[in-house]
């Protein structure tokens, strides 16, 4: 029912729109429909408009084509650009309202500002616009720097001239000769290091090197057991290791390197004491990080296979309270500084690391002090 009623609604609206547009045509009126919207105008006012021709058509065409090819090539180009530097010079108003410190980032090199290429992102732009300011900044920043080490320095010897000379002077290089000793680190144990204590026993590898550089004279220095896949010796290998002076880094183990006779595996459990070091002999440390985990775990290894063994006096000399367990780092010192002084005092009241209190017997003037290190090998004395 209700269809029906729309369709009668329908016929008469189209209806009464033919008789409209019938009246309308009788009467002279011309009816133009424009966007909806119904303008009604008289023949008078059509026959008053200037009638426009073909040929009239086409040479106002002829005439807007340069016109439109300039606006495409130059002036949009040139309008979006002026545009920008508008809203640029907009926005650092608005910066220096908010901050009267601002100061605009390309104050100085407003020359050779980059523009923004055609099709190129703002973010892109940003991007390259930075590389381009921080590269022309450089040399300013690096003056900057100089001086200020120059202000530091100059306070440095104001306030401590020591300090300043020891920092300001080179330390010397030496080469091992024949009567450097020769010391070895074992690192056969990887299996027993998690990650953390392996890449801690590479730390210790490149300051023992370090230590070794300094020393007057320096020690043959061999790191075996280094595995061909292994993290220890590529991460060694990036520190460029297989350049270093003196120092061999090396697959084989120390077993076939050198002699059963002239090997000494230094560790804390064994009942032999050394006091002097023989360059005849080959000194082999533990590289090994393991916090305690497997005390006395070199020694019974060298002890099955038969090597001789030792330790450090430390019972001699210091009046150390926790377990006479050093770092491979601290080992080194021990041996190069002995070996150079045979002051074995004074080199233990510098290489000592301070995990507890230890006090070195036979100097009045040395005092208790606090150990430097909590990091404990098996790698010890």
Request: aromatic content about 6%; hydrophobic content about 35%; glycine content about 4%.
């Amino acid at each position: 029912m209700s269809a029906n009623v729309e369709l009668s609604h329908k016929r008469q609206h189209m209806e009464s729109k033919q008789e409209a547009d019938q009246e309308a045509a009788e009467a002279g009126v011309v009816v133009v429909d424009e966007t909806h919207k119904k303008k009604l105008r008289t023949d008078t006012d059509a026959a008053a408009e200037p009638v426009v021709t073909g040929d009239a058509l086409a040479s106002v065409a002829r005439k807007n084509e340069p016109a439109e090819e300039d606006a495409t090539d130059g002036s949009i180009g040139s309008l979006a650009q002026t545009a920008e530097a508008e809203g640029e010079e907009a926005m650092a108003q608005k910066q220096k309202e908010r901050n009267p410190n601002w100061r605009d980032p390309w104050a100085g090199f407003e020359d050779q500002k980059p523009a923004r290429e055609e099709g190129e992102t703002k973010s892109a732009y940003r991007r390259r616009a930075k590389a381009v300011l921080a590269r022309l900044r450089r040399p300013a920043q690096r003056r900057k720097e100089k001086q200020k080490r120059r202000e530091r320095l100059n306070q440095l010897y104001d306030e401590n001239p020591a300090e300043f000379e020891r920092r300001n002077t080179k330390p010397v290089h030496y080469s091992a000769n024949e009567n450097s000793l020769r010391l070895v680190l074992d690192c056969s144990h990887d299996e027993l290091m998690a990650d953390r204590e392996l890449r801690s026993l590479c730390s210790q590898v490149a300051r023992s090197y370090s230590v070794n550089r300094v020393s007057n004279p320096p020690s043959h220095l061999y790191v075996t057991s280094v595995k061909e896949s292994s993290w220890l010796r590529e991460r060694l290998i990036s520190m460029n290791a297989l350049r270093w002076q003196d120092f061999h880094l090396r697959t084989e183990s120390f077993e076939e390197l050198f002699k059963k006779e002239e090997i000494v595996y230094l560790t804390s459990e064994s009942d032999e004491v050394i006091h002097e070091f023989s360059p005849e002999k080959v000194y082999i440390i533990g590289g090994i990080v393991d916090h305690n985990r497997h005390k006395g775990y070199t020694h019974k290894l060298a002890v099955e296979k038969g090597f001789q063994t030792a330790r450090l006096p430390l019972a001699e000399y210091v009046d150390m309270k926790a377990r006479k367990v050093l770092t491979i780092v601290a080992m080194m010192e021990i041996l190069l500084g002995v070996h150079a002084t045979q002051d074995w005092p004074a080199v233990l009241q510098t290489a000592l690391p301070k995990r507890a209190n230890f006090k070195v017997m036979g100097d009045d003037d040395s005092s208790e002090a606090e150990l430097k290190s909590s990091c404990s090998c098996s790698c010890s004395c």
